[in-house]
Structure formats: C-alpha cells, structure tokens
C-alpha cells in the first residue's frame, strides 16, 4: 500500500484533493473561505485599513469624517435657521455652509467661533457630536499609528518564474528583492511544489519541498535570484511544460527575514502556477553601472528575460538523467 504524502503544508490531504484551484494568490493570501465564523465586519474593516495604501486610506478618512459633518449639518438644518446664531459675524450667508462649518468645529473639537447653538435640541445634537467627534479621531488617529508601528515585509517577487540555464543543465528560477528602506537580514525562502501525480493508478495532487541552491542569505541589501536545479534528484527531472501543465503545477513560496528596523521577522508569500513559468528564457542582469564604485541595480529589471533558443530548457538536459541510465 502507498504511504501516505503527509507533506501537504498543512492544507490537508482531503483539501489537496479536492481543490482544483490554485492555493495562494499572487499577492500571497490563501485562495480560501470560511463559513461559520460570522460576518466579522469590524475586523475585516480594520485589516483593510491596516492593508491598504496610504493615499486611499488617508480619502477614507477624510470622507468618513466629511460624511459625518454633512449628515449633523442636516440635522441643524432640520431644526430651522434659529437653531444656529452668530453666523452674521463669520459671513456665512447660505444655511447650509453655516450649518456645516458649525459642525466641523464641534466634531473637530477647534472650536464653532462666534456660532453657537440656541434651543435645548440643537444642544442635545451639540452634546451628540461633541462625544462622535473626538471618538472618530482618537479612532482614525489609532489606525495611523497601527498602521506606522506595524512591521510589514516589502519583499516583491518577480512576476513571472522561469526554467533556465544552470550550470550546464537547467533550474527553475525567481527573484525576489527588499522593495523597502529598512534593512533585512537573515532571509530564508522556502520552495515547495504541488502539483498532480500518478499514484497507484491514479492521479493525486502530491507536495514535494525542492531543494535551493541557497535557501538563506544574511545580507539582502540588493535581489536575490531563487535557484532549485534540476537534476537526477530533482521532482523536476526530465520535466517538459507539457508535463507542467498536464500537472496543473503550482510553485508555492514563502520568504522569511529579520527588519532590521522594528527587530522583527516578516514574511512574504506568493506562488507562479504552471502557466506562470517561462521556458528558454534566462532572467536578464539588475546590475547598473555606478560613478562611485557602489553595488548598484535597477529594480525596473526585475522582470525583464531574455529569449534563448528555442529547445535550451523546454527539453531535459544530461545532468537530469540518473547515473548508470
């Protein structure tokens, strides 16, 4: 009877089977749901903000906040034009303005001016916003410096892998680099590939870790090219894109290393899928020349291959081949 394959990376057995799929992103997030947990609206709602860009994040709050000042302007409105006094000292001719610049000084906290509200509702609606204001901003305040204090990997990988020439036969490749300004050290990757097999007659989706030509480095201050050669001990071995893509091959990745800045480790993930993977290709040098003997590379060539003939890596080479064959 065949040993069971308990190399599955922790997705299950049952779940490798059964997922047609590929299993992580691009991006490096798991191509998975849950149900049964709830909507979780908040703590979605707070990944999100933690996650996305400065430029967008920085509008969400400035129209979340304008929002908020539209709608209590309304509701001044609602309570007529007396509801609001003082505004004849400031300028403001139009209700709405008035009301709104009203607002803004209650929820802001910088303070109304010469306005001020009349009537015991207009002052209940001040007591409401005067708690919503402060509440929003010490909130909003708290995302910014989440969201500054977080440690979070900078690591971009290329967008394509690639099975190119190594050492007189041929090795699939990626790059990666440290797209931030903090320093990292200490870096690991780690290469496992799924993809399906033949098993006692039957096809079943297998893992097998690949073996690196280096899978640590302690300084990663420029790109790192990612090589597992393939050879005689390679899962690889002999491997054609024809094959890769009856496989339905999936080249799962996950980079580890130290910030230097916040001393702690962050990771990124990604994986190429089989249609993912160019072939007489070899991935073209990062290197620039520089006027002050500095090691220098140009993060724009990350992605740029260079076409080889065709023939140089789509067919096994002789270091695939066992000894003694």
Not at 47 to 53: E, I, S, T
Not at 183 to 207: H, K, P, Q
């Amino acid at each position: 009877m065949t040993e069971p394959n308990l190399n599955d990376l922790g997705f299950g057995q049952v779940a490798a089977q059964q997922v047609h799929g590929r299993f992580l992103l691009k991006d490096g997030s798991p191509n998975s749901r849950k149900y049964g947990l709830g909507s979780r609206r908040w703590a979605r709602f707070y990944r999100r903000a933690l996650d996305m860009h400065w430029p967008p994040f920085l509008l969400w709050l400035l129209g979340l906040e304008l929002l908020a000042n539209g709608i209590f302007a309304l509701a001044y409105l609602a309570l007529g034009p007396a509801a609001i006094d003082g505004a004849a000292a400031m300028g403001l001719a139009d209700p709405f303005l008035r009301a709104f610049g009203f607002s803004v000084g209650v929820f802001t906290t910088v303070g109304t001016g010469p306005m001020h509200a009349v009537g015991s509702t207009a002052n209940w609606l001040v007591v409401l916003e005067s708690f919503a204001g402060p509440l929003y901003l010490v909130a909003g305040g708290g995302l910014m410096i989440a969201r500054l204090m977080r440690p979070r990997s900078r690591v971009r990988f290329s967008h394509l892998g690639a099975i190119a020439p190594y050492r007189g036969g041929r090795g699939f490749m990626f790059r990666l680099i440290n797209a931030g300004l903090s320093e990292m050290s200490e870096t690991g990757v780690e290469v496992n590939l799924a993809w399906y097999e033949d098993v006692g007659g039957r096809r079943e989706r297998r893992f097998h870790k690949l073996a690196l030509e280096r899978d640590v480095v302690e300084f990663f201050t420029l790109h790192w090219t990612v090589v597992h050669p393939i050879d005689a001990a390679s899962p690889l071995r002999g491997v054609t894109p024809e094959q890769l893509r009856d496989a339905a091959a999936e080249f799962l990745v996950v980079a580890t290393g130290l910030d230097d800045t916040f001393a702690a480790r962050v990771s990124a993930r990604t994986s190429y899928s089989w249609d993912e993977v160019r072939w007489d290709v070899s991935f073209a040098s990062m290197f620039v020349a520089s006027v002050d003997d500095t090691l220098t590379i140009d993060v724009d060539r990350l992605d740029r291959l260079d076409r080889l003939p065709q023939g140089a890596t789509s067919l096994p080479l002789p270091p695939e081949v066992p000894a003694g064959v």
